[in-house]
């Protein structure tokens, strides 16, 4: 069975920094990518951008370039984001979510909230 | 980066009924075109892939039509449970892109 299993809550003051994980289990994982998403309060979704779990190669949406950055441990089969300069336009539930070279989201994480606030 | 119209932004549903929603695209996305449920408080759940295939353990009264710029998702027979928030996403075009979103209630 496919499993994303994202980190905790996070509670992080403006211009702080934030790493995110999703450890992944039962499938495969070099041969997928990984995506991450956004999703504020009441709003739409955003594609962050994504990593090839066999050589870390990246993506990334041209709004979240040096906002994010994506990496992976093909050893524990998790994807991490690192997010920086936090501020509150950056408070949101961040999701995972598995595609192939398709381009569509198959699996998804269960999302991360996360609060921006001094 | 290709735009995503979703409407209505809201549908008042009869249990029962069967209806359609609709995604058009600012340019042609071929048929890489997905669909996706979300419930309060949970993730996105894959409903219809490339504007039309069928997703393993998805209800048979949801379907997908269409091509280019113009897509349709229907429901034959909504069901109370199908009370939920529905997104298409492009995936012809980096950056991958989301519509807005039909969210489904009760009249």
């Known amino acids: 069975e496919v499993q994303l299993q994202q980190s905790g809550a996070e509670l992080v003051k403006p211009g702080a920094s934030v790493k995110l994980s999703c450890k992944t289990s039962?499938?495969?994982?070099?041969?997928?990518?990984m995506s991450w998403l956004k999703q504020m309060p009441g709003q739409n979704i955003e594609w962050i951008g994504n990593?090839?779990?066999?050589?870390?190669?990246?993506g990334y949406n041209q709004k979240f370039k040096g906002k994010a950055t994506l990496t992976v441990d093909k050893s524990s089969s998790t994807a991490y984001m690192d997010l920086s300069s936090l501020t509150s336009e950056d408070s949101a539930v961040y999701f995972c979510?598995?595609?192939?070279?398709?381009?569509?989201?198959?699996?998804w994480g269960p999302g991360t909230m996360v609060t921006v606030s001094s | 980066d290709v735009a995503l119209t979703q409407s209505p932004a809201t549908l008042s549903v009869t249990p029962g009924e069967r209806i359609s929603l609709s995604c058009r695209a600012s340019?042609?996305?071929?048929?890489?075109l997905h669909w996706y449920q979300q419930k309060p408080n949970e993730s996105p759940r894959l409903l219809i892939k490339?504007?039309?295939q069928s997703i393993s353990g998805i209800p048979s009264r949801f379907s997908g039509s269409g091509s280019g710029t113009d897509f349709t998702l229907s429901i034959n027979g909504v069901e109370l449970e199908d009370l939920s928030i529905y997104y298409c996403?492009?995936?012809?075009?980096?950056?991958?892109?989301f519509g807005s979103g039909t969210k489904l209630e009760i009249k």
């Open positions: 979510a598995r595609s192939g070279y398709s381009w569509y989201f198959d699996f």
């Open positions: 039962g499938y495969t994982f070099s041969n997928y990518y």
């Open positions: 990593i090839y779990g066999r050589n870390g190669g990246t």
């Open positions: 340019e042609s996305v071929d048929t890489y």
């Open positions: 490339y504007a039309s």
């Open positions: 996403q492009q995936g012809n075009n980096l950056p991958l892109t």
